[in-house]
């Protein structure tokens, strides 16, 4: 299967199922109210497929444009309605029951989340743990004093047991204050406590990887740079490099672990080096040549060789992480509730210019990070659905008209106002609403496009 395949349809995958169980939400709730419901469509625009079911008949369609749904309900508003179904209209019930139909797309989001957290959970994942790399010079890492192969225990007093938990913190605390305790460990038992500055996240409106700006980096062990295993017919095999032997320098420059060679190589796609290499005890060189590789729309070299497994006991670097089924269930509750007041948080920073709307993304990096998150793994995807199951809900509740934050919005001002606004107030706030969601729409889709042309 082709590249550009699997992603779309892991995309598809997450788009249908987030879609679906959105308009469940109103369908089901809609009926559970007595309302009736004329039509479920799966996109908007002009319908492809339908189908009619049930008592009411219903219909069931598939429509072009698949970037949403809806769920049309009998509503007088929109037409005749027979007398003796009047009853069952949208518009005639109360303002409570109207609100809880309209609430109940962004809710099914939210539990939808909690039900992906929770299966992730209970079937439990290998999870990387928080050991932190050697920073780059002049980061709030390094000016903290972070040391390569330590293992962050805690973060302000709270325990944290895997890399994405690390992550997380770090994330959610840079949104809250300017600086977070480190407890860590080393190889040799010894505890240290790191004053990490967290204004670097926040300094560039949150664009781009906050975590390399604080200069947080995983733990590589510094393996020696012996090959382990070649790609048939890649440019090392084919430049004569064999399993067992030592690199020991590219282009006259030292090369003292595998990371360096990997450095190297990595930063010189399709331009030719010299490798020397000791073999038996002797030392040779040979011209290689990296393939040139795309890598999230940069190039990357690359020679087709792996590191040999170095001799002895290595440090773990995973744990496998499962919960029984009702701690797997409040973990997953508070998983998606930190998460929801996350986006709630980052989206009023946006709206204030704390955070750049470069952030704001479109189909296409959902696209790009649902196949990357499918590549990884079950579990990996799982969570990438849930989260954008979150924000999904999310931005559904914001008081935008023709989203259902808006129909609640406009709730709220009947109940204020005892009385509906009228037809030609709905009708402008409706055009001002479509034209906001244009201008959201437009602005995702271009930072689509500037990160998947500017790497």
Partial sequence: MSNFLFYLIAFLVVLGVLIVFHELGHFLVARWCGVKVLRFSFGFGRILWSRKYGKDQTEWAVSAFPLGGYVKMLDEREGEVAANEAHRAFNRQGVGVRSLIVAAGPLANFFLAVLLYWAVFMLGSDELLPILGAPPEDTPAAMASIRNGEQVRKIDGETVGTWNDFRWRVLQKAAEQESIELETVDERGYVAIRRLYLSAVAEAGWEGD??????????????PAVIGKLVAGGPGDQAGLRPGDLVVGIDGEPVRHWLDLVGAVRKSPGRE????????????????????????????????????????????????????VLEAGYKALNETWEKTVFSVVMFG??????????????????????????????????????????SLGVLNLLPVPVLDGGHLMYH???????????????????????????????????????RLFNG
């Fill in 412 to 450: 709220m001002i009947e109940v204020v106002r005892r009385r509906p606004l009228s037809e030609r107030a709905m009708e402008i706030s409706q055009q001002i609403g479509l034209s906001i969601l244009f201008v959201l729409m437009a602005f995702a889709f271009f930072n689509d496009l500037n």
């Fill in 210 to 223: 906050g975590f390399e700006r604080l200069g947080l980096r995983g733990y590589r062990p510094e393996l």
């Fill in 349 to 390: 920073k946006m709206l204030v210019g704390e955070v750049s709307w470069k952030n704001l993304s479109g189909p296409v990096t959902i696209a790009d990070y649902a196949g990357q998150s499918a590549r990884l793994g079950m579990d990996y995807y799982l969570k990438f659905m849930a989260l954008v199951s979150i």
């Fill in 273 to 324: 080096l010299s490798v020397e290499f000791e073999r038996d005890g002797v030392t040779a060189a040979v011209h290689i040549v990296p393939e040139a590789i795309s890598e999230r729309g940069q190039l990357v070299g690359k020679i087709g060789v792996a590191v040999a497994e170095a001799p002895g006991s290595q440090r773990p670097l995973k744990t496998f992480v499962r919960y029984g």
